[in-house]
């Protein structure tokens, strides 16, 4: 089992920068993490993705260039640095994790979310 914590969240103006944090517990050995996010009335969507040896990245077209997702083993951790945000990129933002490393909703672990709204 997987347990993930999200924190990090909060308001910031439009052009401001959060750091969401996701805390691993568990068999996170060698799993892929990743970022999806939710607005209201919307389909969950992805955002970011890194492999377990941080060595492969994905990132939707949406956050490229603003977003940068990274991961610190020991620490059982994975980042996403948000900047440039936009009032676009408010919604929900879930931690995910799982074996397999990709772009689709299909990972097994999830975390409860952390709201993040952008204010313009």
């Known amino acids: 089992q997987v347990q993930l914590v999200e924190s990090g969240g909060g308001l910031v103006q439009a052009g401001g920068s959060l750091r969401l944090s996701c805390a691993a517990s568990?068999?996170?050995?060698?799993?892929?993490m990743a970022w999806f996010r939710q607005a209201p009335g919307k389909d969950r969507e992805f955002v970011a993705a890194?492999?377990?040896?941080?060595?492969?990245?994905y990132y939707a077209d949406s956050v490229k260039g603003r977003f940068t997702i990274s991961r610190d083993n020991a620490k059982n951790a994975v980042y996403l640095q948000m900047n440039s945000l936009k009032p676009e990129d408010t919604a929900v933002y879930y931690c995910?994790?799982?074996?397999?490393?990709?772009?689709?909703?299909?990972?097994?672990?999830w975390g409860q979310g952390t709201q993040v709204t952008v204010s313009s």
């Open positions: 995910a994790a799982d074996e397999n490393l990709g772009k689709s909703a299909m990972y097994a672990y």
């Open positions: 568990g068999r996170t050995l060698r799993y892929a």
């Open positions: 890194i492999g377990w040896t941080g060595g492969f990245t």
